[in-house]
């Protein structure tokens, strides 16, 4: 028996991007593990990833072509060759090209953060083929946006300095289930006597283990941190001299706070006036004292109305009280600026002849149903969908299923498994797994760009996206000499070696030893040098006011609330908001047996005066419903959902529902204050009792 060890990395939508070690016996691969070596990874997995050779060797891995021979949604397939797939598809494309290129869509996100096979070669193909292009908005834009304008770019507190912060406020999230690297740090640094507190709505896992737990009202997040700066300016907990040489527009900022007293703050949140007063005290006191303050704020956050708003807002924190000046405080909502791609080379938007139209993935609903106008361009007649899976994660589920389920429309998949998606499929490609492909990746909660070799040939007639992109650009005849580029020199061109921040970074390098950390400070904006077009934090800022937003942090009510909506609240008063569940990652691992085991099944979490209002038990089923749609699930009555919200923890594929829906059934296609993004935690719905 021929045994071997193989670098990878976890292609997953999580902050962490592991480095994994892979043991390969006789070509086929026995064990995931955790690289101890790699600093942020240390050797440990999350339960999701541990479990990756089953997955990998899953009984319904797709592993042949498909063409659909049922009505569209019911999932009925046969078996066809390669070339009968590739010869199908480039016939119903190459007319459409000719003709109405923007008529073409893909549809892809982060099913794999990886830079090859994420979108390279499949941009070049649309590229080519000048096909609309997608705002690729679902899960993070909204925060990135209002961070931008804030801070300059997604950079903030390397993970490894969590550890020694003295107080770390997590905000909007639940790390120990989507980001557990961060978790250990934290729970380092909380044995070290650091203080732990957690916003959230929802007392999530994380919010149990942490000090305290401030349960503000969905959407209110901007209100809070308004009040916290209200207390912070009234009481002079502020570091002046970091406030004069490294930011912009305090004075304005200042009138601004004066509107948020605790009082306000209190009511609009939700919650106590000791609760926003206590935590400005204990931020603005521990900074002045010297103590590293660190912020991790997560995407929970931005998923409503005014969600670029309340991230910006947060994000004016740190520079008030200069936890800037130290390596473990500030605030970290992403580090993926702080890396160098070269997305222009791997992607070649040169290769287009004319600007195309962008649809934007949040609203696919809506786009997939409209028809030709001069407004919108042509209906949309092709969809190929890669590394997503629209109909159980996009919102508004009931008009994404209407839309898929249009005979007219020709669509591809890319997948690994029959998802909700799949089902509605013409064509469906056998794609390959991370253990079967090369990649290289970026991260977003740490530092290290990461190589990941394929440790096992293709299984069945399963073929890399890079490879699928490559044949349909042969069938379509493109001969461009982009197109024969392998995915090798593809990881090669990933990186910009001439960035100092990828200073020797060499692929062949890379894929040997796993990961290389970037060359970058341990405290990027001790001395300024914010990447803003002033270098310095804009409380004040000038290209906001251009892009005809409020140049200052402001509140934004969500859509679906009794301030900008009372009518709506009277028929369905409960908030709800799906933040993920444990065992999944957005919709993957969902068909893991283990996993799914582990989860359960669909069930609402609702405060106890609310089930009782309504003659709800804990273990009755109950649907949930709004003027969008309906599912069902099974009600936990529990104070973990505060009164007045109920959670469902997603993202369940439809087909394993009791009744074939899921959360997004109830969601809605309305868009964030900045950024284009989905406001899936602004949602109102009516829950009631039903037969089991």
Not at 158 to 168: G, H, R, T, Y
Not at 265 to 287: F, K, N, P, Q
Not at 418 to 440: K, S
Not at 554 to 565: D, F, H, I, K, Q
Request: hydrophobic content about 40%.
């Amino acid at each position: 028996m021929t045994t071997t060890q193989v670098r990878a990395a976890c292609p997953h939508d999580c902050p962490d991007t592991c480095a994994l070690l892979v043991t390969v016996e006789d070509g086929v691969a026995t064990a995931v593990k955790g690289d101890p070596d790699h600093p942020t990874t240390a050797g440990v997995l999350c339960t999701k990833v541990a479990r990756y050779t089953e997955r990998t060797y899953h009984a319904d891995r797709l592993l042949h072509p498909l063409r659909r021979i049922g009505k569209k949604g019911e999932g009925k397939f046969e078996r066809i060759s390669w070339d009968e797939a590739l010869d199908t598809i480039a016939a119903r494309l190459k007319p459409l090209a000719e003709r109405a290129p923007e008529a073409i869509l893909p549809y892809s996100y982060c099913g794999t953060m990886g830079l090859v096979q994420g979108e390279s070669m499949s941009m070049r193909f649309f590229n080519r083929i000048g096909a609309s292009l997608l705002d690729r908005t679902i899960c993070a834009t909204a925060g990135a946006t209002g961070y931008k304008y804030t801070i300059g770019g997604s950079i903030g507190i390397d993970l490894e300095q969590f550890q020694n912060a003295k107080l770390i406020v997590i905000w909007g999230g639940n790390p120990i289930a989507s980001n557990l690297h961060f978790w250990t740090r934290a729970q380092e640094a909380k044995r070290n006597g650091a203080r732990l507190i957690a916003i959230d709505p929802y007392r999530s896992l994380t919010a149990e283990k942490c000090h305290q737990h401030i349960a503000l009202l969905p959407g209110t997040d901007a209100a809070l941190a308004l009040g916290l700066m209200h207390v912070l300016i009234a009481e002079d907990l502020l570091d002046h001299d970091y406030i004069a040489q490294y930011t912009l527009g305090f004075e304005q900022l200042k009138q601004r706070a004066a509107e948020w007293t605790p009082e306000r703050t209190a009511e609009t949140c939700g919650i106590s006036v000791a609760e926003v007063v206590d935590l400005a005290r204990l931020y603005g006191g521990m900074a002045r004292a010297g103590e590293p303050v660190a912020i991790r704020a997560n995407y929970g956050v931005q998923r409503v109305r005014g969600g670029g708003m309340s991230v910006r807002s947060i994000a004016c924190l740190p520079a008030l009280v200069g936890a800037w000046r130290h390596p473990a405080g500030g605030i970290q909502l992403s580090s993926s600026g702080s890396f160098p791609t070269n997305k222009a080379a791997l992607q070649r938007p040169d290769l287009l002849k004319k600007q195309p139209r962008t649809i934007n993935m949040t609203t696919i609903g809506d786009d997939l149903l409209r028809a030709s106008s001069p407004e919108f361009g042509p209906a949309v007649e092709a969809v190929i969908v890669y590394n997503a899976n629209p109909l159980a994660i996009a919102p508004d589920s009931g008009k994404v299923m209407a839309g898929f389920a249009r005979e007219d429309l020709f669509t591809v998949v890319l997948e690994h498994f029959q998802t909700d998606t799949v089902d509605y499929a013409d064509i469906v490609l056998p794609a390959t797994t991370q253990l079967e492909h090369i990649d290289t990746h970026t991260a977003y909660g740490h530092l290290y760009m990461m190589a990941n070799n394929a440790a096992i040939a293709p299984m069945g007639e399963a073929k890399a996206n890079t490879e699928i992109f490559r044949l349909l650009a042969a069938r379509m005849g493109f001969d461009d000499p982009c197109f024969q580029d392998s995915d090798d020199q593809l990881a090669a061109m990933a990186f910009d070696a001439r960035d100092v921040r990828a200073v020797n970074f060499d692929w062949e390098s890379l894929k040997r030893k796993g990961w290389q950390k970037l060359n970058v400070p341990d405290a990027p904006f001790a001395h300024g040098g914010f990447p803003t077009p002033s270098g310095k934090c804009e409380f004040y800022s000038a290209t906001m006011a251009a892009d005809g937003l409020d140049p200052l942090p402001a509140y934004l009510p969500p859509y679906e609330s009794v301030a900008s909506n009372p009518e709506l609240a009277k028929r369905y008063p409960l908030a709800m908001i799906s933040p993920p569940a444990r065992n999944f990652l957005n919709s993957t691992f969902v068909n893991v047996k283990s996993l799914r085991s582990a989860e359960g099944e669909p069930h609402l979490d609702i405060h106890p005066d609310d089930s009782a209002a309504r003659g709800i038990s804990d273990g009755d089923m109950v649907r949930i419903f709004n003027d969008r749609g309906t599912f069902i699930a099974k009600a936990r009555v529990t104070d973990k959902a505060r009164a007045g919200l109920v959670v469902g923890l997603s993202v369940w594929w439809k087909k394993l529902g009791r009744d074939g829906k899921n959360a997004n059934e109830v969601t809605s296609q309305q868009l964030t204050d900045m950024g284009r993004a989905p406001t899936f935690y602004d949602t109102l719905v009516q829950v009631e009792r039903v037969a089991a």
